[in-house]
């Protein structure tokens, strides 16, 4: 079975800071693709970028991108010229990329983001 | 609908008690998937349908937990005898076709169960 780990319960940083958020998980599959999710207070599942395991390059959204290092089994976000309004759970998420294995999403335990302004 | 609905909101109940949440996917979509998220942890699968055949019901905690979907459309996750432990944010999410490369869940807002 495969696990996702976050392994920082809370990060805070600065408005218009850079922060990283860590994410490893464990598999034994070649197929897959990964997910952050944002759970900002009133607990909405944002999707905020996702990553195919086949594909080398990084992902990158606006002001969110990925590092993703298929070797060592990570998958960071990194969040540019934080804002206030990024304050929420982040959560990471892995799915197979099996075809008969529908959409099922294993998460970690979320990290809690703190904006200073 | 405009996005995947659930009810109630909240729900409280009595230990012991049962209760049936609600969930009203994205018109038309194939795969309904219903999640539990406990306090302060990530969402954990509990079971998903394609159409109206339950594909996974493997993470369904025990047999006082059920869902159904039987006309393809609206679900209902039941839980039977209800405990304290099962309190907890059940979330449902939708997609529009079984699997594919850039398929997108879909979740609605949740049911906050509390049971006392």
């Known amino acids: 079975a495969q696990t996702v780990t976050q392994s920082q319960p809370e990060m805070s940083v600065q408005e218009a800071e850079t922060v990283t958020l860590s994410c490893t998980y464990d598999t034994s599959e070649s197929d897959y693709y990964l997910f952050w999710y944002k759970q900002p207070p009133s607990r909405q599942m944002i999707l905020v970028i996702r990553q195919e395991a086949y594909k080398q390059q990084n992902a990158t959204e606006n002001r969110f991108s990925v590092n993703f290092q298929k070797a060592a089994k990570s998958f960071s976000l990194k969040i540019s010229d934080s804002q206030l309004g990024d304050a929420a759970m982040y959560f990471c998420a892995y799915r197979t990329g099996h075809n008969n294995a529908g959409n099922m999403l294993t998460f970690g335990g979320g990290t809690r983001l703190m904006v200073k302004p | 609908g405009a996005g995947v609905s659930q009810s109630p909101r909240y729900k409280v109940t009595k230990r012991g008690q049962d209760v049936a949440l609600r969930c009203d996917p994205i018109s038309g979509h194939v795969s309904l998937y219903w999640y539990r998220q406990a306090l302060g942890q990530g969402p954990e699968f509990l079971t998903y349908?394609?159409?109206?055949?339950?594909?996974?019901k493997s993470g369904l905690p025990n047999d006082r937990f059920s869902a159904e979907r039987p006309e393809g459309s609206i679900s209902t996750l039941t839980i039977q005898r209800t405990e304290q432990r099962d309190s907890a944010m059940y979330r449902c999410a939708s997609s529009h076709t079984r699997q594919g490369l850039n398929e997108k869940l879909f979740f609605g807002s949740g049911t906050q169960l509390s049971v006392l």
């Open positions: 349908f394609n159409y109206e055949a339950q594909q996974d």
